[in-house]
């Protein structure tokens, strides 16, 4: 279970995120909706460690001062740029097995995740869509009890959009905890059990089980004023 109780990011001596609370059970996939430069990603950086945070937040009883306990219950998927050119897909994916501990089988995920064709291939040759199947890829290996994953969809085709939510759907089957931020509403609301909208650092409005129409609508009617200053 993840818990945040009045969880305040910073970037910097700014507040981005102010007193958030929430409660995550096993078996979800969160959904975290908002328009780009809204805190998503600072905030998941926040429950991570990688961004000033005060408040409280628990991973499944684990606490930040704990850090080496603390950091085994997540894998944060945050950007392709963590690639260097020089390594293949399969060294990252054999550094996640080893760092995580993991008993999920190295070949499995790559022929789950339909990565078999170029995970030997040096990362300098991959596109954006194949640097984002391999980040996926090595937070289902990882194993991890909770996986939080930054635009995870950004740059999939449909196919690989429909494989990775089928793959996601059963990794929660499992038990464990998974939270998203995306933009692809039509995905958001086939894959996510409940949903979050985030607004100037606050929480703003919660959907469960949300349709793709109701989706869109209450995104419509929380940022309407985004929309229109953006057109």
């Avoid at 945040?4 to 995120?17: M, P």
């Avoid at 979800?28 to 408040?55: C, D, F, H, W, Y």
């Avoid at 392709?80 to 190295?106: C, M, N, Q």
């Avoid at 070949?107 to 291939?121: C, P, S």
Wanted: proline share 3%; glycine share 6%.
């Amino acid at each position: 279970m993840l818990i945040l109780d009045n969880f305040s990011v910073y970037y910097g001596h700014k507040n981005i995120i102010t007193s958030l609370n929430l409660k995550i059970a096993n078996g979800e996939i969160i959904g975290l909706v908002a328009p780009n430069g809204s805190g998503k990603t600072t905030l998941m950086r926040g429950m991570t460690s990688l961004a000033q945070a005060t408040g409280q937040i628990e991973l499944n009883g684990a606490v930040p001062t704990h850090r080496t306990e603390y950091r085994r219950q997540f894998f944060f998927a945050e950007s392709t740029a963590i690639f260097l050119p020089y390594l293949t897909g399969r060294d990252y994916l054999r550094y996640v097995k080893k760092a995580w501990h993991s008993t999920t089988e190295l070949a499995e995920i790559i022929l789950q995740t339909r990565i078999n064709e170029f995970v030997d291939w040096r990362i300098g040759k991959y596109s954006l869509g194949m640097k984002q199947q391999l980040l996926l890829a090595m937070a289902l290996l990882s194993s991890a009890p909770i996986l939080i994953l930054d635009e995870p969809m950004n740059g999939l085709d449909p196919t690989n959009l429909h494989v990775f939510s089928h793959a996601l759907q059963k990794y929660a089957d499992r038990n464990k905890t998974v939270l998203i931020s995306s933009h692809i509403l039509d995905n958001v609301s086939e894959l996510c059990n409940h949903v979050v909208f985030l607004k100037q650092g606050v929480i703003v409005q919660e959907l469960e089980q949300p349709t793709t129409t109701e989706l869109k609508t209450t995104y419509l009617r929380v940022y309407a004023d985004e929309v229109v200053n953006h057109d």
